[in-house]
């Protein structure tokens, strides 16, 4: 949980456990919210987190839980309430009617904190084009303060409320098409962009969010990529071309993924994400320091496999080495073995077991086994290379 900061907005986080997110699950999701919160520049004070074998369809946790809640934020003076889940546009609406409040759901959040992080025009444009799509469905919550205004008696005329979310909605539906087109331009320039470096070998970062990959990138390639220790420091595809001994590439540091990552964002992303699906190896880079690194792998890969980029060559990057902790077992407990009594070796030796790919176990902050790293990519490039470009070997 975050501490309570000063000038920032408090917020109270919700979640439900279920047969699919058990409560112990649950609780790791909200630090992640908790985190996200943080990020937006709110601050976390309390999680409420409701048992249910489904989320409740009218109010998500049910109308017990909402009045616990409703209770608290009365009592504290709570401005936001920020749900682990994307809330239908009933839920919003039932939701806000009880408590009274500013509700935010997961999928608002992340799209808030692009839309902060956004810097260049085209992050803007995409950030613009998912806040519309979101916006579009939940319209009818944002003007039920005009529902007494129909108009009366047997007609039921149709009143100023109900003129103005068509007129909104139209407005919308409107920029959505703008947006659409200005993408469409932006695709055919990356487009041709990325026709001009055809022959040099791609490399994309890819991997979950605040996993260090900017920080590997500003390293690898000795360049000054914005880093930082926040959930989606990079928007902005970065392209930098890289020399390793005497072969070239070029290296993309690109945005991070998270778990249930908006499909309006993954749609809007689309020319960003062309760049990872369109790279000739990928490099996956895993925060080995966190509980759920397994998890974050799996979320991933998901993302890529929806993106149509999982089948290609990977190099898997174990990052955040100096971060690592776990608790030694004595020789006498013979409780069984869990996460956290592995060790950095166990680690190595169980992926190495269960995986074909390479990989390496590095700390970009503290640069170790950077050179091993660099070897390992030089080696994969250079084979990578006398494939696509058999006739334009003489760099090796």
Known sequence: MIEEQENCDKAVMVGVATQESPYEKTKEYLKELAFLIETAGGCAVKSFIQRLQYKDPRTFVGSGKLEEIKQYIDSENIEFVVFDDELSPSQLRNIER????????????????????????????????????????????????????????????RGPGETQIETDRRIILSKIALLKEKLADIDKQKKVQRKSRESLIRVALVGYTNVGKSTLMNLISKSEVFAENKLFATLDTTVRKVVIDNLPFLLTDTVGFIRKLP????????????EVREADVLMHIVDVSHKDFEEQIQVVRQTLKEIFAENKPTIMVFNKTDAYTYIKKDEDDLTPITKENLSLEDIKESWQKESKQPAFFISAKDKVNIELLKEAMYNTIKDMHAKLYPFNNFLY
């Open 98 to 157: 009880e408590l009274k409040c500013h509700i935010m759901d997961r999928t608002g959040l992340i799209l808030n904190i692009f839309a902060q992080r956004a810097r260049t025009s085209h992050a803007k444009t995409q950030v613009e084009l998912a806040q519309y799509q979101y916006l579009l469905p939940r319209l009818t919550r944002m003007w039920t303060h005009l529902d007494r205004q129909r108009g009366g008696g047997g007609l039921n005329m």
């Open 263 to 274: 499909h309006g964002l993954i749609e809007s992303f689309k020319s960003t994400l062309d």
